[in-house]
């Protein structure tokens, strides 16, 4: 997923208030959310996944997202909180990393 120009441009001073505003007029409520997520340190970065705690942990990879949010509302066309959080990570290099599956986690 591509970020709005204006989301990158505002990464340019790191996560402050340039960036949220950034992110709240480029994706609304979403972009709140995902700027909520970043600054509460809740993306973390496994080796197979990235994961964002949420209510509950839902994995991103690339496009995708695994929360109801983005497979029923948004129908997979426009990217969840959880996504945008991911690309600004990415690219802030902004997320704990795991030395872990998290696919591991999953077994019961
Ligand atoms: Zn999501």
Redesign the pocket.
């Known amino acids: 997923m591509k970020l709005a120009s204006e989301v990158i441009y505002a990464l340019q001073k790191g996560l402050g208030y340039e960036l949220y505003k950034a992110l709240f007029l480029s994706y609304g409520k979403r972009g709140e959310k995902a700027y909520f997520y970043l600054s509460q340190n809740r993306v973390k970065k496994y080796r197979d996944f990235f994961v964002?705690v949420g209510t509950n942990e839902?994995i991103?990879d690339e496009s995708f997202?695994?929360?109801p949010?983005?497979q029923l509302k948004l129908k997979g066309k426009e990217p969840?909180?959880?996504?945008i959080a991911v690309e600004v990570a990415k690219l802030l290099k902004h997320y704990d990393e795991i030395d872990a599956y998290y696919t591991d986690y999953q077994k019961p």
């Not at 969840?80 to 996504?83: F, G, L, S, V």
């Open positions: 964002v839902y991103v997202c695994s929360c949010d983005f969840c909180a959880h996504i």
